[in-house]
């Protein structure tokens, strides 16, 4: 059985459903790799222009690693089976399409790690929401310790590391966790009008801005403002920034095509 559904939808939106509802959509090996095949067949596909990610399921978006399967592992397995989420999680993270992680219900541990890579989160107002490994005797060991502290502060951060809390879908909207919240059934129903309205922008300018921002966090104001200009240059010679113009003259929705 297939552990991860693609859906190509209108606009260029793909969406990439965790396909393992039984196992609360944890992380097995087979869902890495399917994963990593699929971030493999988008990464250079100029007709995509937005990828969600959500889970089979209305209570759990992603519980994380699959600990029964990490059970039956010797200390080398589990370093390779880690390092391997930490991988594909970075994948997520370094992608250059925009990112939507649609959470229809719970993401724990490396579930919520897979959303901190996205670009944008949407919560569920029945979802719970954690950092939780500490409570196991490790660490967030894909990005989590770095991700999370510089979303929602190191404070808040470590609050949540250390007491290994699950926190509400309304407090992760109010601590800038998740960008929105709802109920449940519209999750998904949101993250596709949002994307919709993503796509419909110009395709190179979103992805110039992505990197100017992610790249912009990690150096000082001066060197960040060289890669937005850096970034800006980019558009300048589009095919696209000509008929943003053109449109906007004549009256009309601009139709860009990433050139």
């Known amino acids: 059985m297939k552990t991860l559904l693609i859906e190509r939808k209108e606009n260029g939106i793909v969406l990439a459903t965790l396909n393992r509802p039984k196992k609360a959509n944890a992380l097995s090996l087979q869902l890495l790799r399917e994963l990593n095949d699929f971030l493999s067949s988008i990464e250079n596909d100029p007709s995509l222009r937005v990828v969600i990610f959500t889970g089979k399921d209305h209570h759990v978006f992603c519980a994380g690693a699959d600990l029964k399967e990490r059970k039956e592992m010797d200390e080398h397995e589990v370093r390779f089976a880690v390092q391997k989420i930490k991988m594909t999680i970075n994948r997520v993270a370094n992608l250059k399409l925009p990112t939507i992680a649609a959470m ?9 790690e897979l959303a901190l890579a996205c670009d944008i989160r949407i919560g569920s107002m029945d979802g719970l929401y954690g950092l939780t490994e500490t409570s196991l005797a490790i660490i967030p060991g894909a990005g989590g310790t770095q991700r999370l502290s510089r979303l929602v502060g190191i404070g808040k951060a470590k609050e949540m590391i250390f007491t290994a809390k699950r926190i509400t879908g309304s407090i992760a909207a109010e601590i800038g966790l998740v960008e929105q ?7 998904l129903n949101k993250a596709i009008e949002l994307a919709s309205t993503i796509a ?13 921002i992610n790249l912009g966090l990690e150096v000082d104001l001066n060197t960040a403002l060289t890669i937005e ?9 589009t095919e696209d ?12 929705k601009p139709h860009y095509k990433g050139k």
């Open 104 to 112: 229809n219900g719970t993401a724990l541990g490396g579930g919520l």
């Open 181 to 187: 919240v709802w109920e449940k059934e519209e999750v």
């Open 200 to 212: 419909h922008n110009g395709p190179i300018a979103i992805k110039e801005a992505k990197k100017a």
């Open 229 to 237: 200009t850096n970034s800006y240059e980019a558009t300048i010679l």
């Open 241 to 252: 920034r000509l008929e943003g113009l053109v449109a906007f003259q004549e009256k009309r």
